[in-house]
């Protein structure tokens, strides 16, 4: 019979089976026009043109041209773009790159008339990839992920409630990205910069903790934590409902619904006739609790000095 092994690889793709190296860590940069779809299909191409080209361009304002010439499995998304660098490059590529692509869709949105205004997400991550030069290299978990921040609900929500003509850049860092370049000091930027999040993608299965950073804020930043629990408890609850098909409430489950009203009313039938409630000892507004996680930033206005001078 021929001898046929030589044929076969030196190792089976089926995982813990053998010990094998690492694939080399990689830094990943990720980035996605906010509405593509909702452009016309005339505009698709210029777009999906004009991302490559704004990404070098702000990554050599940065100082950051040889991580563009020296990028690992770069590849256009349509609505944007992906590739690999150095991770020793992280901490830059968070700050001052972030605040340079900024500023430059600031201009390029605001300055260049009749032109498409692009709007970007950003998503940065570390991990093993493999670089094998071809069409399947850079493949892996930690792509994926990358991709899932780049879709996950909280940078979503950062570019839908900003002011479009002000933010123009959100991004989002996976925990280890954060950990590595952030909380270990090496990135030019405080940690309260950073907003912690749990990262959720509709209808798929994922649930991780992240971090988002908005170069130039126009609205608030808060961490969506839930009321009774860290983003790491709403990571976990998130990972049982994708795992085991939802959470049942209400109705006949079991769920206990307590009512409750202090200096106020509480009805649970029909009423007839009117109501009064008498509030005593009330010295403005009391909240009990944590009204929308931990808000950072326009929550009201600013009341400097006292309130009620020049009054009877």
């Known amino acids: 019979m021929p001898e046929q092994s030589s044929r076969l690889p030196r190792w089976g793709a089926a995982p813990h089976t053998h010990s094998r190296p690492l694939p080399p860590y990689r830094g990943i940069l990720a980035v996605d026009a906010k509405g593509f779809t909702g ?8 777009i999906s043109r004009s991302v490559p080209e704004l990404l070098e361009t702000a990554l050599a304002r940065a100082g950051l041209q040889e991580l563009w010439n020296d990028r690992k499995f770069p590849a256009s998304t349509g609505d944007g773009y992906v590739l690999g660098f150095d991770p020793a490059l992280m901490p830059f590529v968070i700050h001052p790159l972030l605040i340079d692509l900024q500023d430059l869709l600031t201009d390029y949105n605001v300055l260049s008339h009749g032109v498409v205004p692009i ?10 990839l493999p670089d094998t030069g071809d069409e399947f290299s850079g493949n892996g ?9 780049l879709d996950s609900r909280p940078v979503k929500a950062v570019l839908a409630s900003h002011k479009e003509n002000i933010t123009h850049v959100a991004a989002i860092l996976s925990d280890r990205c954060y ?3 952030v909380a270990g ?5 405080h940690l309260d910069h950073f907003v912690e999040v749990a990262a959720t993608v509709e209808g798929k299965p994922f649930s991780q903790r992240a971090w988002i950073y908005v170069p130039q804020p126009s609205g608030p930043l808060y961490e969506e934590t839930s009321s009774d629990g860290t983003v790491e408890e709403q990571v976990k609850a998130s990972s049982r409902r994708s ?8 109705g ?7 009512n409750s009203a202090p200096n106020g009313n509480l009805n649970t039938g029909t009423v007839h006739g009117g ?15 944590n009204k929308a996680g931990r808000v950072r930033g326009f929550q009201g206005d600013q009341v400097r000095g006292n309130k009620n001078q020049g009054r009877p």
């Open 39 to 46: 452009h016309p299909a005339v505009q698709h191409e210029a």
């Open 119 to 128: 709007r970007l997400r950003v998503s940065l991550h570390i991990g093993p």
């Open 141 to 149: 978990t930690a792509r994926n992920d990358t991709h899932r921040l």
């Open 179 to 181: 950990e590595d370049a």
């Open 185 to 189: 000091g090496y990135t030019g930027r």
């Open 243 to 250: 795992e085991g098909g939802g959470e049942q409430s209400g």
């Open 252 to 258: 006949d489950r079991g769920t206990r619904v307590r």
């Open 275 to 289: 109501q009064s409630v008498a509030n005593h000892h009330v010295a403005g507004d009391a909240v009990g609790g």
